[in-house]
C-alpha cells in the first residue's frame, strides 16, 4: 500500500481509534504451495493495550491448513471510502472537467503473527472479550468452557489471537491539495450525499481541524 506523507497517520493514536469502530475485515492468509493466498472476512477486537486482535471462526473453515504452515498474516480494514468527482478537484484556474477523479478512503493493515485457540477454557475467556466489544452488558449469557448454553458450541469454533508485528496505517482525504479545492470536495460530498459520503466527509474534515 503507497502512502504518500501528507495520508500517514499523525499518530498512533489516530488509527487506534478508527480501528476501535471499525472492527470488520479481511485476514490475508499465505496460500498454500500452488495455491493463492486465502482472504477471510471476519469481525474482531482489537486490543490495543495487548497489541493484540481477537478473533474466532468455524472449525470446517479451510483457513486453518494455511494457517499451520505458516502463521504469519495481514489483517485489513477499509472503511469511510467515496468515490472523488474530477470537477471537484479541478487545481483553481483550471476548467472544471480537467480535474482528475480520485478515492477517499482510511485503510489499516496489521501485520500479524497468528495463533490457533483450541483449548476450551481460552476460547471461553477470547470469546468473552469479543462479546464485551461488541454486545452492550448484559445482552448475552457468559460463555464458560462447561456450563452454560455456549459451552456445547465450543467445539465447533477455533480461537484466533492474532500478535500484531507491525501496521501500515492510511488517511487518504486530498490533504496535499488547496484549501479552495478541499473545500469544493467537501461540499460535493455534503451535496451529493451517497451512502459513506457522510462518513468519509467526517474523516476529510476531522483532519483538516487537526492539521
Known amino acids: 500500500m503507497l502512502i504518500h506523507p501528507w495520508d500517514a497517520a499523525r499518530s498512533d493514536a489516530e488509527w487506534q481509534q478508527w480501528l476501535a469502530v471499525h472492527d470488520f ?7 498454500l504451495p500452488g495455491e493463492p493466498p486465502f482472504v477471510q472476512p471476519m469481525h474482531f477486537a482489537y486490543d490495543a493495550e495487548r497489541g493484540e486482535v481477537l478473533a474466532h471462526l468455524a472449525r470446517p473453515n479451510p ?42 478512503y482510511a485503510a489499516v493493515q496489521l501485520r500479524c503473527t497468528a495463533r490457533v485457540v483450541d483449548d476450551p477454557a481460552e476460547k471461553a475467556e477470547l470469546l468473552n472479550r469479543q462479546l464485551g466489544h461488541f454486545q452492550p452488558p448484559g445482552m448475552s449469557a457468559t460463555v464458560a468452557a462447561d456450563e452454560g448454553p455456549y459451552a456445547r458450541r465450543l467445539p465447533g469454533i477455533r480461537g484466533l489471537r492474532l500478535q500484531v508485528t507491525d501496521v501500515r496505517a492510511k488517511f487518504k482525504y486530498g490533504g496535499n491539495k488547496p484549501e479552495e479545492v478541499q473545500d469544493r470536495i467537501a461540499e460535493g460530498l455534503a451535496e451529493r450525499g451517497r451512502p459513506l459520503d457522510a462518513a468519509a466527509l467526517a474523516v476529510q474534515l476531522r483532519r483538516r481541524r487537526e492539521a
Open 25 to 31: 475485515g479481511q485476514l490475508a492468509v499465505n496460500g
Open 63 to 104: 483457513v486453518w491448513p494455511a494457517l499451520d504452515a505458516n502463521p504469519e498474516v495481514l489483517l485489513s480494514v477499509v472503511d469511510d471510502y467515496a468515490y472523488v468527482q474530477g470537477p471537484w478537484q479541478a487545481l483553481p484556474g483550471d476548467p472544471p472537467e480537467h480535474g482528475t477523479p480520485t478515492s477517499f
